[in-house]
């Protein structure tokens, strides 16, 4: 099961998220609906094995380093793993930080992220939804013109989960700047 550093949406901006995935789900489009604990946010860094234990004091201090931030969801498009679709970002000086920073963490302690993850190949995306292909990914394009974009989001936390295929569990979240950290939610 793959673990998974990622930035969360806070709940503003989660919620038009939901409302979007609502209406991918009604027009018979793939989507992590149905996925329990499906919580809106822009991965990082995805890993076959993380031993979250011995990470919460790493990614609590790599964490303290950054400030929460916003940004926008400005477009539909697939992501750095094709077979993934969702809400493109506007790739801002704070998001490339989180991102560069998390790498520059992750070689100190260790950790072998999936490829398509690393700097030069991610694509920062809020999934909706995975089984895409090229055809799939149009027809949500198609079905996003209608949209109200871009989404304001902010972002004021890592979260570090557990996935698999009917579901993500929360490890735990860190709060960006404080280091607060909260267990499962």
Sequence with gaps: MPYVIEL????PGALAVKALLDRVEASGLPTYIERVGYKASIP???FGQLDASHMRLEIKRY????KPFDLNLSGVGAGCDPRIAGLTCDETPELKQAHVGIYSFLRKVGQSPRKEYEPG???P???LGENYNPVLVERL???SEDWEMPI???VANVR???VNPSRSQTIFHVQLESGAVRDRS
Excluded: F, T, Y
């Design 160 to 162: 570090v989960s557990n």
């Design 125 to 127: 995306l809020v999934p």
């Design 44 to 46: 990082l860094a995805v």
């Design 63 to 66: 964490a303290m380093g950054l």
């Design 121 to 123: 190949s991610w694509v």
């Design 152 to 154: 304001k989001a902010h």
């Design 141 to 143: 394009r198609r079905l």
């Design 8 to 11: 969360e949406i806070d709940d």
